[in-house]
Nanobody, 122 residues
């Protein structure tokens, strides 16, 4: 059974930092395309940052220069380092995994496995 479990959310003042973690288990390998998405109240889920097995990344314009996605294959863990947080970053953040991809896309439809989310409040 595939499981993605997020942690690291919380409340932080504007300008602060948080690091989200996602532990991957099951047959979803770190070679898959993986990413972080978020959903604010009353809004659709949107892509934040994604990464493929080769380490190619793609970021939403709103987080470029502030957020960094990374993964440690040996640990089966995906990370999202979030710096210079803004109130508009407040949302539930979800970890997601999809089939291996050449170019990681920020599209919800491309990802088949999802965690339950972790709340980030700025």
């Amino acid at each position: 059974d595939v499981q993605l479990v997020e942690s690291g959310g919380g409340s932080v003042q504007a300008g602060g930092s948080l690091r989200l973690s996602c532990v991957v288990s099951g047959h979803v390998m770190m070679s898959y395309c993986m990413g972080w998405f978020r959903q604010a109240p009353g809004k659709e889920r949107e892509g934040v940052a994604v990464i493929n097995r080769r380490g190619t990344t793609n970021y939403a314009d709103s987080v470029k220069g502030r957020f960094t996605i990374s993964k440690v294959n040996a640990e089966g863990t995906l990370y999202l380092q979030m710096n210079s947080l803004k109130p508009e970053d407040t949302a539930i953040y979800y970890c997601a995994a999809g089939p291996p991809c050449f170019r990681p896309l920020l599209l919800v439809s491309e990802y088949h496995y999802w965690g339950h989310g972790t709340q980030v409040t700025v």
